[in-house]
């Protein structure tokens, strides 16, 4: 489980509900969490993206869920579903 930072404004967290599935996109070290739609909800704190980062380049994939809504804060849970064999012991 993660809480995100800079998030985005009220009015768009309020069409978020926990259990909805939502995106990342990777550009260079971080990671952009945004909905379905490809609204923007907010971006991972610098040491996950970095980490996740390299493991998504590497194969891995993953999907994310909203755990938790507040007014200024969201929180995701990121569940890995596919591990490359590159990091199979890791």
């Known amino acids: 489980m993660v809480t995100l930072l800079n998030v985005a404004e009220p009015q768009k967290l309020s069409q978020t509900y926990p259990g909805m599935k939502v995106n990342m996109i990777v550009k260079n070290r971080k990671i952009t969490i945004v909905d379905p739609d490809k609204n923007y909800l907010g971006v991972l704190p610098d040491d996950i993206s970095h980490h996740l980062c390299r493991l998504f380049k590497g ?32």
Do not use: D
Request: aromatic share 12%; proline share 0%; charged share 30%.
């Open 59 to 90: 194969g891995n994939k993953y999907e994310l869920f909203v755990k938790s809504i507040r007014v200024n804060s969201l929180s995701v849970i990121i569940k890995e579903t596919f591990r490359s064999k590159r990091f199979k012991n890791q």
